[in-house]
């Protein structure tokens, strides 16, 4: 995503009761915005991989996108992306 931190539609971490842990500012396509930071934790098991930590509370899913969390590279730095282009599709490995 080019993001830095990771982020769940912020509706989605109200209905599941995500504790709010802290409040940041961050730039968007819209400019700067502040929002709240949840403590949660993502886990991938084919990847045999489970991380606690922040996740910026942001509006995906008023803003009309169809996914739920965006992984940043607090996620991914410990991972390989290869995004292919061509087929529109993404591989994690560890």
């Known amino acids: 995503t080019g993001a830095l ?3 769940i539609d912020d ?3 109200k209905k599941v009761g995500l504790p709010v842990i802290d409040r940041q500012t961050c730039s968007g396509v819209n400019g700067q915005s502040t ?3 949840y403590l949660a934790m993502i886990d991938i098991p084919t ?6 930590g922040r996740f910026m ?3 995906l899913a008023v ?3 169809p996914h739920q969390v965006l992984l940043g ?3 991914l730095s410990t991972m390989m992306l290869v995004y292919d282009g ?3 599709t993404v591989t994690i490995a560890r």
Do not use: M, P, W
Request: hydrophobic content about 35%; charged content about 10%.
């Open 63 to 65: 803003g009309g996108q």
């Open 73 to 75: 590279r607090t996620l």
């Open 86 to 88: 061509v087929h529109g």
């Open 5 to 7: 931190e990771s982020c």
């Open 57 to 59: 509370g942001v509006h």
């Open 35 to 37: 929002h709240d930071v």
């Open 11 to 13: 509706a989605l971490a």
């Open 47 to 52: 990847l045999q991989f489970a991380q606690y």
